[in-house]
């Protein structure tokens, strides 16, 4: 796999590039996007977005773990974790895009 990384430098280029936004008004308007998505998951809300995927909060409970170094046994506190599920049109644009799909990973 060797894609390229997006950052929010570059998604705030794209706004500008596509939507006619000045710069500073793209950067703000891509903050506050993301700002608004963290706001939901950290009061534990699902975030969908239609025909791309939906962030999920979900609640570990307390288990037992292992150290690998030592293989001591060792509590893992709870916690809460968040899950990205892509919706199926985002899975099969992913799948029709040059490259995509050759791993052989089916989900």
Do not use: H, W
Request: with cysteine; net charge positive.
């Amino acid at each position: 796999m060797s894609g390229k990384t997006v950052t929010r430098a570059d998604l705030c280029e794209a706004v500008y590039q596509k939507v006619g936004l000045s710069r500073t008004e793209s950067a703000t308007l891509v903050e506050r996007v993301l700002e608004e998505i963290t706001d939901c998951l950290q009061r534990g809300e699902t975030v969908k977005l239609s025909s791309f995927g939906s962030f999920i909060v979900r609640k570990k409970g307390q288990r037992i773990g292992r150290n690998p170094k030592t293989g001591k046994e060792v509590p893992i506190s709870p916690r809460r974790v968040m899950v990205f599920k892509p919706s199926a049109i985002l899975k099969q644009r992913i799948n029709a895009a040059p490259g995509g799909g050759a791993d052989g990973d089916s989900g």
